[in-house]
């Protein structure tokens, strides 16, 4: 079975430090991995995507960015955070695109 | 940007009676239409998908319809139970971008 681990579970960080939050899946070789982020209360907003490793691709401009290190690592990062990027930040991966998206724990930010 | 319309913002519904969740898209080209439960704290989970050879699909008290001339789709759900009381978001997406794109949620609550 597969499994996806979101880390940390929770961040509360100052404006202008950096970030990075990790994802691993295991059970599954070559995964589309995905970055969502999402407002308390909101919608989920597609950050970044990835179908192979070492490539990713950005969908929205927030000041944060992404790499797949490994095949089975997603890690988001930013080396200044704002105040904006509070929230609750998702990964999730699927077999291919198209298919179900299996979404992480998540991780809260609150940026002070 | 391609925007994903969901209304209604909040659902208040008998228990035992049914609800409807409804959903437009912009992107003619859009091809696959799930739907996502999120309960409070929690990760979203896919309740039901539709792709855009189909016009109507069903699955344990959930049907989903789509219409692709009007660009829109709809989750219904009969019978509804307080386990039913959450968050539920539509998405669309295209098969060349990669992208989902999700509408603004609608919070489900189930009256005893």
């Known amino acids: 079975a597969q499994t996806i681990h979101q880390w940390p579970v929770a961040e509360i960080k100052a404006v202008g430090s950096p970030l990075s939050l990790g994802c691993t899946i295991k059970?599954?070789?070559?995964?589309?991995l995905y970055w969502y982020w999402q407002a308390t209360g909101g919608t989920l907003q597609q950050l970044f995507y990835s179908i192979t490793v070492g490539q990713v691709e950005s969908v929205v401009q927030l000041n944060l960015s992404a790499s797949r290190p490994k095949d089975d690592q997603f890690i988001l990062s930013t080396e200044k955070l704002l105040l904006s990027h509070s929230g609750f930040y998702l990964c999730?991966?699927?077999?291919?695109?198209?298919?179900?998206?299996?979404f992480g724990p998540g991780t809260r930010l609150t940026v002070l | 940007g391609e925007q994903v319309e969901q209304l209604p913002s909040i659902l208040r519904v008998q228990e035992g009676s049914s609800a409807s969740i409804n959903c437009t898209y912009e992107n003619s080209a859009s091809n696959y239409f799930p739907w996502y439960k999120q309960e409070p704290g929690e990760n979203p989970k896919l309740i039901i998908d539709?792709?855009?050879n189909m016009e109507r699909k069903q699955t344990q008290g959930l049907i989903v319809l789509l219409d692709k001339k009007a660009k829109r789709f709809s989750l219904h759900i009969t019978d509804t139970q307080p386990g039913d009381s959450a968050m539920y978001f539509c998405a669309a997406s295209v098969d060349s971008n990669y992208q989902l794109i999700w509408g603004s949620g609608t919070k489900l609550i189930i009256k005893p």
């Open positions: 999730a991966w699927s077999r291919d695109w198209g298919d179900e998206q299996y």
């Open positions: 539709i792709r855009s």
């Open positions: 059970g599954k070789s070559s995964p589309n």
